[in-house]
């Protein structure tokens, strides 16, 4: 007969045990909570798991390990502009916030870490234990020292700027290469807070991040404003799901140039403006570097009540779609704004499937027609995918007949087909299985 031991719970000089085993303290850095959350914070997989605060600014290297809970309290800065460091968080790890006023920002130089797994993906989210409304926290920023055309100096030798949603950093500088960390199987669920009008805290948003950073396998679902808001910077981005944002899902200001691949965006029946809302730079449409990402693998799910396009380009930004899938916006597919976005020139479609009640947003006013421009290139269709859900299956689909290769550029992967998401070559090719929700 096997025996068993029973376990009492010691709480002494910070340290919880249980008689019989161990459980780690709170991390140095962070603040033991036991006392006003003595079973842990709520959720918790485990009980009684050490609850764990963060507050103002760390200034050494720390790490979460996934046998505490943690919380956000207030504004949590990693490092300074004069003192880096690195914050890591450990697979499984489960952070939370508690009012709009919440967020995490990693300043210039310094670093994240948080690299999850498909079966234990870190999770960033409110207080509330399934709680699905929006706005229950602030949002993760990200501040690099890459490129952008929107100076708060405009005589300045290096152009700097400071982020938005009441951010106290700088982003901006040369370094197109800068490495911010690795964001890898991170669930960033139900962000997003409007500090002022037209100055937000997004679900992610990344602040002239350059191309050393990995942001790869990453969700946000329910944020009160854009999913992942891009102002400058050389960011590449890989397996992005954002899904039910107020806003925009995908937005991108001031000179991003990055490249996306497997991106799927995916509106909720409540709310929701633009798949993708793309500007270079409001105040000169001109100017440089021009915002000009090359995004492949694009699936946008439209069903918001709103007015709104699947994609969305403006005040002069360039952009290049390879291989995307755009269906069900409420206003158009495809939609051009301003004379400097056509002027330019630097808007192309290759491989894509499209179709939406309007499926172009023509003007006879501007330079050239969208539907015009989406037809030149002989690539592109105008027809319904034949989506099941967000994938692609149907071996009749348009999508399989219409693909282009951009494999000869290491970033990209060779794909046999347009959008997202396709399972048709088996369950296994949903990237999505395991560590993403809401879908």
Not at 33 to 44: I, K, R, V
Not at 210 to 230: A, F, H, K, M, P
């Amino acid at each position: 007969m096997r025996s068993t031991c029973m376990k009492t719970l010691l709480v002494s000089a910070g340290l919880i045990v249980w008689q019989g085993s161990a459980l780690a303290a709170c991390p140095e850095g962070t603040q033991d909570l036991s006392a006003s959350y003595p079973q842990g914070l709520p959720g918790s997989d485990l009980v009684n798991r050490p609850a764990c605060g963060l507050a103002g600014t760390l200034l050494q290297n720390t790490t979460l390990t996934a046998d505490n809970t943690y919380l956000l309290q207030g504004a949590v800065y990693v490092g300074t502009e004069t003192q880096n460091a690195a914050l890591t968080i450990n697979a499984g790890v489960t952070l939370r916030g508690s009012n709009g006023r919440d967020f995490l920002a990693i300043r210039r130089g310094s670093s994240i870490f948080a690299e999850g797994r498909a079966d234990a993906p870190i999770v960033m989210t409110g207080f509330e234990p399934g709680k699905t409304t929006r706005g229950q926290w602030g949002g993760l920023v990200l501040n690099g020292r890459s490129t952008l055309n929107q100076c708060r100096d405009v005589n300045a030798s290096v152009c700097e700027n400071s982020p938005e949603g009441g951010v106290d950093a700088s982003y901006g500088g040369t370094i197109a290469n800068d490495n911010s960390g690795v964001l890898r199987y991170v669930r960033i669920e139900y962000p997003g807070f409007e500090v002022s009008p037209d100055n937000e805290l997004n679900g992610l948003t990344l602040n002239s991040v350059g191309s050393g950073t990995t942001v790869d396998y990453v969700q946000v679902i329910g944020s009160n404003d854009d999913g992942i808001e891009l102002f400058g910077g050389t960011v590449n981005l890989k397996h992005i799901v954002i899904a039910g944002s107020q806003d925009d899902g995908l937005d991108w200001d001031f000179g991003w140039t990055g490249k996306a691949q497997y991106v799927l965006i995916k509106q909720f029946a409540d709310d929701g403006n633009n798949g993708i809302e793309a500007d270079n730079n409001v105040n000169n449409q001109a100017a440089a570097p021009r915002s000009n990402p090359t995004i492949a693998n694009l699936t946008f799910i439209g069903g918001s009540p709103k007015k709104g396009d699947g994609i969305l380009l403006r005040r002069g930004t360039g952009a290049s779609f390879y291989n995307t899938v755009i269906s069900g916006a409420a206003s158009s597919c495809i939609n051009l704004d301003d004379a400097e976005t056509f002027n330019a020139r630097q808007v192309k479609f290759e491989g894509v499937v499209a179709k939406c009640g309007t499926t172009f947003a023509d003007s006879a006013s501007d330079p050239f027609t969208v539907s015009s421009l989406f037809n030149q290139s002989g690539t592109n269709i105008e027809a319904d995918p034949m989506l099941n859900g967000y994938a692609v299956q149907n071996e009749n689909s348009p999508v399989f007949s219409t693909f282009v290769d951009l494999s000869q550029d290491s970033f990209f992967e060779e794909a046999f087909f347009a959008g997202a998401v396709e399972t048709l070559s088996g369950s296994s090719a949903d990237w999505t299985q395991g560590w993403v929700k809401g879908l």
